[in-house]
Every structure is written in C-alpha cells, then in structure tokens.
C-alpha cells in the first residue's frame, strides 16, 4: 500500500512565471529520461521482482520507485508554479476575460509564442504528461527485463541521463522556481547513482568500467553546492512504514561517488515543507469549486472522516 503526506518532499522558491522554463522542465517530467519514466520503471521492477532472497535489491528499487512518485508531484508543480499567471496580466477577477487587464496584456497571448501552447490550451496553466516537444510519454520507455543485474545497469544508465539532461536545464534558466527544483533533483539524481552503483558492487559488478558516468561538474551550480554539503547524495529513503524494508543491507558502506562521504538508509522519510494549491485562475476558466460544490464538500466531509477513523483509527 502507498500512503501520500500532503507535503512537498523539497521547497520551490518563489519568482515570476516563465512559460518557457515550464515548457523545458516537461523534458525532466515526461521524457524519455525523465520522473515518470523513473517512477514506472522502478515500481514495476519492484512489482515484478522474483527471488525472495534477494529482498534488499526488491525494497532499495522499491524505495526509489516510491521516492520517484513525490518528484513526479515536485516537478509537476514546479511547472504549474511557472505557468500560474501570465506574465504582464494584470488584470482582476471582475475584468472581462477578453480584453487585456490594467495596461497590462491580453490574458493568454503569451501562449502564442513562447510556451507548449497545450500548457494554455488543454492543461489550464498546468504540468501535462509529455516531453518538451509535446510528445506523449510512452508505457513503451519502460525497462524491466527480469535480470537483476541487467536492471540495476539500465538504472544506473536511466539516472545518470536524467542528472545530464537537468544539469542542461539548470543552465538554460535563471528563474529561481525552476533552478530550486532541478538542483534537487540533480542531488537525488546522484543518490540514486550511488544505490544502484552500490547494487552493482554487491554482485561483482564493475560498473566504472561497463557505464562510465558523464562528469557534470553540478557542484559549480550554488543551489547543488548547498545541498551537497548537507550529504543529500548520500542518503536514501526507505518510505516504509512498517520498518520492512532491507535495503540497507546495501546502501551502507563508502559513497561510490568517491566523495568521502558515507552511505546512509536510516531515514524513513525527508521531513518535506508544506504544499500549498494554486489561486483560482479565471482567465483560465478553472474557478476552482464553487459555492454549491463547497457546500456539499463541507456536507459529506464528516461522513468520510468517520469512515476513515473507523477504518485506519482516528487521526491525531
């Protein structure tokens, strides 16, 4: 069972919207080497797996796959967050939605020319599940041959593509909201590297001779430094509730990525910073809920928390 913290797992910096860093993060999104690949990928590893003795690999991929959904969360909203309001527009709620507000612009022309005009047309100013070229993300993508050790290299691989591509993405933005969550993700990149590179070394593998990893230097970029110097790609996360989980049997030990740092599983979880939902957007046509519909969520709340109380205990 999966349990969802209605917490972001990193904290996105505030700063104007920027359509075409939006449109640029869907590549970290939805493309070929992006988080929903990563996500998918893993999950239906560990769903797949065989070989009850060989748990410790099944809950480390586990562990990352679980960990792949909250950045699918994070990169998605980071995209919403640079979509959300039109650059220029400043109009009000009680403007007419054709005409531009205040001196401002007309409501959605930035779609026209400098973003995936669907952001505008079909997503109402949010993340879509495709690449930066508006190609749908494909099942297809996903790698899981049932070799053990053919899947931990194809990981590897999957990893250190996806921490190359954001480390381009970091440079070709300085908007503050996207470079606080690609730097992240750059770090967590790393620290799935050095798990599945971990993996490898615990089978005989020398992956440093079959799958080189491509310098990237990330830790020139200020946001990577900071969160580098807190040990980030060296720590991993089990996500289990039930204190199950094995996968610190292998990551322990010296950090593959010959940092001196030291391998770390104890953590369930990252504390994660409150998530807060977007402003209505009426330019958009997306008022949220309305009067009526509130009054039957605020109906039926009652009766659904009972439910749950019954079912998982009351909740404190």
Known sequence: MYFHVQRL?????????DPGAANALQEGLGGQFGEMRTMMQYLFQSINFRGPS????????????????????????????????????KGKE????????????????IALDHSNIHHYLVGAQGALPVDAAGNPWLGSYVYNSGNLVLDLLYNLMLESTGRLQKCRLYEMTSNKTARSTISYLIVRDQAHENAFAKALETLGVNWRTALPIPKTNAEQFPEVKKLLAQGLQSKQFSFDLTAASEAGKIFQGLSPSKDGTQLDASQQAPEGVPLTISPERPEEFSPGADKDLRQLIEATAAMEMADIDATFGAMK
């Open 54 to 89: 060989a748990k410790p690999y099944r809950d480390l991929i586990q562990g990352i796959g679980t960990e792949e959904i909250s950045h699918v969360e994070l990169i998605g909203t980071t995209i919403s967050r640079l979509l959300d309001g039109s650059p220029q527009y």
């Open 9 to 17: 797992i990193n904290e996105i910096e505030q700063d104007e919207p």
């Open 94 to 109: 009680s403007d007419p939605v054709d005409e531009p507000g205040d001196g401002g612009a007309t409501p959605l022309n």
